[in-house]
């Protein structure tokens, strides 16, 4: 062994099928002890697969190590016809934004978020909506200094208060 530390080299893009069963692999085992991850992992896989969501990854070294996805749909489960969190026009929701513990405040998902954002303006979405448990206070820092600053609602759901919050998109500068 030389002793010499490997560089690690991060790269952020859209999903791919196999990008999406390592990321859901690895958050199934890592709460194995939740029967609902491999559930989950099923609709996200067929939300991409049909266009109704497009998730983004953080790769370090070729490994992903984080994740966010944007919700274009009402009708999945996560926004659940909510209307002011995803409308299937030009509204949709950052879901299920996290990255692992060994890679955060690195800027990744600042990163990750700018490229979400880019590509949701490319497909005519004006607006996206975040939802932060309220007693998630360095997340709720982190999508306020995002930029995510106009609230839009509070619901309490699985006995958390949920607080939601929108970021217009900047359109193309001519």
Same mark, same amino acid.
């Given at each position: 062994?030389?002793? %010499? &530390? !490997?560089?690690?080299?991060? &790269?952020?893009?859209?999903?791919?099928?196999? =990008?999406? $069963?390592?990321?859901?692999?690895?958050?199934?085992?890592?709460?194995? =002890? =939740?029967?609902?991850?491999?559930?989950? @992992?099923?609709?996200?896989?067929?939300?991409? #697969?049909?266009?109704?969501?497009?998730?983004?990854? $953080? /790769?370090?070294?070729?490994?992903?190590?984080? #994740?966010? *996805?944007?919700?274009? +749909?009402? =009708?999945?489960?996560? $926004?659940?016809?909510?209307?002011?969190?995803?409308?299937? &026009? +030009?509204?949709?929701? %950052?879901?299920?934004?996290?990255?692992?513990?060994?890679?955060?405040?690195?800027?990744?998902?600042?990163? /990750?978020?700018?490229?979400?954002?880019?590509?949701?303006? !490319?497909?005519?979405?004006?607006? /996206? *909506?975040?939802? $932060?448990?309220?007693? !998630? *206070?360095?997340? /709720?820092?982190?999508?306020?200094?995002?930029?995510? *600053?106009?609230? %839009?609602?509070?619901?309490?759901?699985?006995?958390?208060? %949920?607080?939601?919050?929108? @970021? &217009?998109?900047?359109?193309?500068?001519?």
């Amino acid at each position: 062994m030389s002793g %010499v &530390k !490997e560089r690690a080299e991060y &790269k952020y893009r859209r999903a791919t099928a196999a =990008d999406l $069963v390592r990321i859901w692999d690895k958050s199934i085992a890592s709460n194995a =002890d =939740d029967s609902r991850y491999p559930m989950w @992992k099923e609709l996200y896989i067929r939300y991409n #697969e049909s266009g109704m969501a497009q998730t983004y990854v $953080v /790769l370090c070294n070729g490994d992903p190590v984080g #994740e966010g *996805t944007l919700l274009f +749909s009402p =009708d999945c489960r996560a $926004v659940r016809g909510r209307l002011f969190l995803s409308d299937g &026009k +030009s509204l949709a929701n %950052v879901n299920a934004l996290r990255i692992e513990k060994a890679h955060e405040g690195q800027g990744h998902i600042s990163r /990750l978020m700018r490229l979400a954002e880019q590509d949701a303006a !490319e497909r005519g979405i004006t607006a /996206l *909506t975040i939802g $932060v448990e309220a007693r !998630e *206070t360095r997340n /709720l820092a982190i999508y306020l200094h995002l930029g995510y *600053t106009r609230f %839009v609602a509070s619901e309490i759901e699985d006995g958390e208060l %949920v607080l939601y919050y929108e @970021k &217009k998109l900047k359109g193309e500068q001519a």
